[in-house]
């Protein structure tokens, strides 16, 4: 009879394992992690070009990270894809719907301004960039009261032509949601992790 005694010394084991996972493991899970934001993050970004009129620079800067770090207590390491505060203030409009109203963010002091009745529109239905700006470049249009009390518009008026309103300024705009940022974010996952399923939003 051979008897075989393996015999096991637990506590290095748990010292190697400990470092294993404390090292390699959480190098590579951090790697995954960051890489994995990083692509939800280029998502976002790209959405905004179809989701958005012309985003300008600082609008598809707004979308930033905080990259995970390895931690020493052998949890999983994690990653926050957020809307900086300075854009959020507009974005999350975008994101959620609501209402804007005077003193907003894109308002005037006065309240949201709108397209009138023969303004032209982005693809929107909005006012095109800079339309204010170069309207009042031309002689023959001007803001002026309509009603007594109520916000100036932005009209013109030609010489034997009736007047055109192109923008009035109103006491609240609501907004539907058009920017889907947690689904595209799920989206860029998915494409990442196939396997893994969606993940849970907190």
Excluded: C
Aim: charged share 25%.
């Amino acid at each position: 009879m051979l008897e075989i005694t393996l015999e096991f010394d637990r506590r290095a084991f748990d010292s190697a394992a400990d470092s294993f996972v404390n090292g390699e493991v959480q190098t590579a899970l951090v790697g995954a992690v960051n890489g994995t934001a990083e692509r939800v993050r280029i998502a976002l970004r790209n959405s905004m070009l179809t989701a958005f009129d012309r985003p300008k620079p600082f609008t598809l800067k707004g979308i930033a990270v905080y990259k995970a770090t390895p931690r020493t207590d052998g949890g999983t390491p994690s990653a926050l894809v957020f809307v900086r505060e300075t854009q959020a203030g507009y974005l999350d409009l975008e994101m959620h719907g609501g209402v804007r109203r005077a003193g907003d963010v894109g308002t005037t002091r006065l309240g949201p301004l709108v397209p009138g009745a023969r303004a032209p529109k982005d693809r929107f239905g909005g006012l095109p960039r800079n339309f204010v700006a170069e309207a009042l470049q031309d002689p023959d249009v001007a803001w002026v009261t309509l009603r007594p009390g109520e916000p100036p518009a932005l009209v013109r008026k030609r010489p034997g032509m009736r007047m055109e309103v192109l923008a009035v300024i109103a006491s609240e705009t609501r907004y539907e949601a058009t920017w889907d940022f947690y689904g595209r974010a799920s989206d860029a996952i998915q494409e990442a992790w196939p396997q893994a399923g969606f993940p849970v939003w907190d």
